[in-house]
């Protein structure tokens, strides 16, 4: 298990190390950004087949659904699925997809913003064909950002996000997270979303309760870290957020690990944010820097996390090198010059 383990985690990895070596620069983000426009137009036709004729592509291509059907029905009608674990996953796709078309409007050339804000529009409207209210919520959280402030701000906001789910165990354990406001605030925008959210938290608690009894390493795979009725032997949990299942399956450790390599580079930038002059910050680092973000805050109710998270988290760090690297050689060259004129 354990030889098993690693080698998962470093075909997991493998994302992270090239991204960081070949994607670890501004032309890198900026990559990434046009790769997830071009991304989000190509995989919006099988989400509007499905949109329109229920999720069935998995069926027809490989003769089986891949989860419950009936999740897929949102406000009369059908969340796209298409060959992913869920009608989360491609909305959240979406979203990444909104987000790098936005900041790709508000940095083309002018006679190229009709396009971009066709291609926005566009890709705006596949988010809300997804009916996931997460996701939409992300956009109108990070669309604005990404067109309003100055690509300083956008990494510091970044940096807070990563500290937030770092964290986010700590908060939970000592009830400083306002689980009842949170679920008031849900209840007015959907009883049946209310619902659906509290029954995620009331299992988030149990599970939390379970993996504090092994807090260090947890209780590993096999599901050991559910509780399961003492006759029959059945799983009584279901654990949806990626904090909750590492947290269990790999206590303290395996968390801080997995998630402090996500934080880190969003930590970094957002020191370098402090220390470089406005020239020195890509906007386009600046937007992948929230989407991963969100990604962060989305691994709290949900275990979203996917290769193209690594290669963000990755690149990232290639880059907050970069501006560390530029930095000390021009402390250096400057401590260089003060001894000449010495």
């Given at each position: 298990?354990?030889l098993?383990?690693?080698?998962?985690?470093?075909i997991a990895?493998l994302p992270?190390?090239?991204a960081?070596?070949?994607l670890?620069?501004p032309?890198?983000?900026?990559?990434?950004?046009?790769a997830l426009v071009?991304a989000?137009l190509a995989y919006?036709?099988?989400?509007?087949?499905e949109?329109?004729?229920?999720p069935?592509?998995?069926?027809w291509?490989?003769?089986?659904?891949?989860?419950?059907?009936f999740?897929?029905i949102?406000?009369g009608?059908?969340?796209?699925?298409v060959?992913?674990p869920?009608g989360l996953?491609?909305?959240f796709f979406?979203?990444m997809a909104?987000a790098?078309?936005?900041?790709?409007?508000r940095r083309?050339a002018?006679?190229d913003r009709p396009k971009a804000l066709l291609?926005?529009?566009?890709?705006?409207?596949?988010l809300?064909?997804?009916?996931?209210a997460g996701?939409?919520i992300y956009?109108l959280?990070?669309?604005p950002?990404v067109f309003?402030?100055?690509?300083?701000w956008?990494?510091?906001?970044a940096?807070?996000m990563?500290m937030?789910?770092?964290?986010?165990?700590?908060l939970?354990?000592?009830h400083?997270?306002?689980i009842?406001?949170i679920?008031?605030?849900?209840?007015?925008?959907?009883?049946e979303?209310?619902?659906?959210l509290?029954f995620?938290?009331?299992n988030?608690?149990?599970l939390?309760?379970r993996a504090?009894?092994r807090?260090?390493?947890?209780?590993g795979g096999?599901?050991?870290?559910f509780?399961?009725d003492p006759?029959?032997?059945?799983?009584?949990?279901?654990?949806d957020?990626?904090?909750?299942i590492?947290m269990g399956?790999y206590?303290?450790?395996?968390?801080l690990?997995?998630f402090?390599?996500f934080?880190l580079?969003?930590l970094?930038?957002?020191r370098?944010?402090?220390?470089?002059?406005?020239?020195?910050l890509?906007?386009w680092v600046g937007?992948v820097a929230?989407?991963?973000?969100?990604?962060?805050?989305?691994l709290l109710?949900n275990?979203?996390q996917?290769?193209f998270?690594?290669?963000?988290?990755?690149a990232l760090?290639?880059?907050?090198e970069r501006l560390a690297r530029?930095?000390r050689?021009?402390?250096?060259?400057?401590?260089?010059?003060?001894?000449h004129?010495?």
């Amino acid at each position: 298990d354990s030889l098993a383990a690693i080698a998962y985690q470093m075909i997991a990895l493998l994302p992270f190390f090239l991204a960081r070596r070949y994607l670890g620069t501004p032309e890198g983000a900026r990559a990434i950004v046009g790769a997830l426009v071009v991304a989000g137009l190509a995989y919006s036709l099988p989400m509007i087949v499905e949109a329109v004729m229920s999720p069935q592509m998995n069926v027809w291509v490989y003769g089986f659904f891949q989860h419950d059907f009936f999740q897929t029905i949102r406000y009369g009608g059908y969340r796209p699925v298409v060959f992913l674990p869920h009608g989360l996953w491609v909305a959240f796709f979406a979203f990444m997809a909104v987000a790098a078309a936005s900041v790709t409007l508000r940095r083309v050339a002018a006679e190229d913003r009709p396009k971009a804000l066709l291609t926005l529009g566009y890709l705006a409207a596949m988010l809300l064909l997804c009916r996931s209210a997460g996701p939409i919520i992300y956009a109108l959280a990070v669309v604005p950002l990404v067109f309003l402030l100055p690509t300083r701000w956008q990494l510091a906001i970044a940096a807070v996000m990563a500290m937030v789910v770092v964290a986010y165990p700590v908060l939970r354990g000592a009830h400083l997270v306002p689980i009842d406001q949170i679920l008031a605030f849900a209840d007015t925008l959907s009883p049946e979303r209310a619902y659906s959210l509290r029954f995620r938290i009331e299992n988030e608690e149990i599970l939390l309760d379970r993996a504090n009894e092994r807090p260090y390493f947890g209780w590993g795979g096999y599901g050991r870290a559910f509780t399961h009725d003492p006759i029959t032997g059945k799983t009584l949990n279901i654990a949806d957020g990626a904090w909750v299942i590492l947290m269990g399956n790999y206590g303290w450790v395996g968390y801080l690990t997995e998630f402090g390599l996500f934080s880190l580079p969003l930590l970094l930038l957002g020191r370098e944010a402090l220390r470089q002059p406005a020239a020195a910050l890509s906007p386009w680092v600046g937007a992948v820097a929230l989407i991963l973000g969100a990604n962060l805050l989305d691994l709290l109710p949900n275990a979203t996390q996917i290769p193209f998270t690594w290669l963000m988290a990755g690149a990232l760090l290639g880059e907050a090198e970069r501006l560390a690297r530029l930095r000390r050689a021009a402390l250096q060259d400057k401590w260089r010059a003060g001894l000449h004129g010495a």
